[in-house]
């Protein structure tokens, strides 16, 4: 039986991003980057709110508090209290590169956040780099190679290996990570999308360790086995899928982000809904909780 992946908001929003799902809240996230907004969903209560940021937001993380973010703003990590409105600075990023700016991001099985950096100079040359940020706030260069566009940010079941990709590359690699000191090894191709439509971006493993891809450009969100064979195909009815997380109560429930930026008008015609937020039921197949940034997130801090 065929996968169908309705739309569940019609946020019309330029590049919306990050999806992401609480489990304690049950409440789905995410993020419209060049719009500088957070997105937040209730399913339960239908009702959908938004705050507008200082500066552009591509990616976050739920922390041990269920109102307050980290925050991966366009040149700074910053947590952010949903309840007050309060933005507490963490740390800038990168400040010496004019061009570049905090792309995917995702909390590693020890609570870390590792996030990338894209160049949005012309030409996109390979100059972004990865990241991670501890639990005590230090932050540190991951031993990979230079990136434009970095994205598909996961980890395995064990957190022994981490996904990645550089999104013109059209490939998603696999490494080894030590969680323990953030050590990278063995870093080797994952899935190659280079005769395939679209390219890699967000991706999230499921509760049977499988990746789960959303191909921008593709109109469509690929499951891989683990050895980087594609086991389903869903297709998404926007061109520009973005980001996908599991989410429901059973956490059987998929949640797709769509973009439109770029798109003409005649394009737009074609596909009025792009940009929303997509969902559906799956059968057989459940995700994993989102795994929290594990610092001590402050509250009413004045910034």
Known sequence: MMTTLDLLIDGENQLGECVLWCAHTQRVWWTDIPAATLWCHSPATGVTRSWPMPERLASFALTQDDDVL????????????????????????????ASTRINDGRCDR??????GTC?????????GSFYRLGADL????LALGHVSIPN????????????????????????????SNGTISDDRLFADLRRDPGVPDGSLIDAGGYLWNAQWGGGRVVRYA???????????PATQPSCVAFGGAELNELYV???????????????????????????????????????????????
């Open 257 to 303: 982000s769509s973009a439109r930026v770029e798109m003409s008008e005649l394009h737009l015609a074609r596909e009025p809904h792009a940009g929303g937020l997509f969902h559906c039921v799956l059968t057989g197949v459940t995700g994993l909780p989102e795994n929290r940034f594990a610092g001590n997130a402050p509250r009413s801090v004045t910034c």
């Open 152 to 179: 598909s940010l996961c980890f395995s079941l064990d957190g022994s290996r981490m996904y990645y990709c550089d999104s013109p590359s059209k490939t998603i690699r696999s490494c080894a990570y030590d969680g």
């Open 70 to 97: 980290l925050l991966g703003l366009a040149s700074r990590l910053a947590y952010f209290d949903c309840s007050s409105g309060v933005l507490t600075p963490i740390c800038a990023v990168e400040p010496e590169l």
């Open 119 to 127: 160049n949005e100079a012309p030409g996109q040359a390979a100059i």
């Open 110 to 115: 020890q609570g870390r956040f590792v996030f």
């Open 226 to 236: 683990a050895d980087g064979s594609v086991d389903r195909v869903l297709q998404v």
């Open 138 to 141: 230090s932050l540190e260069r």
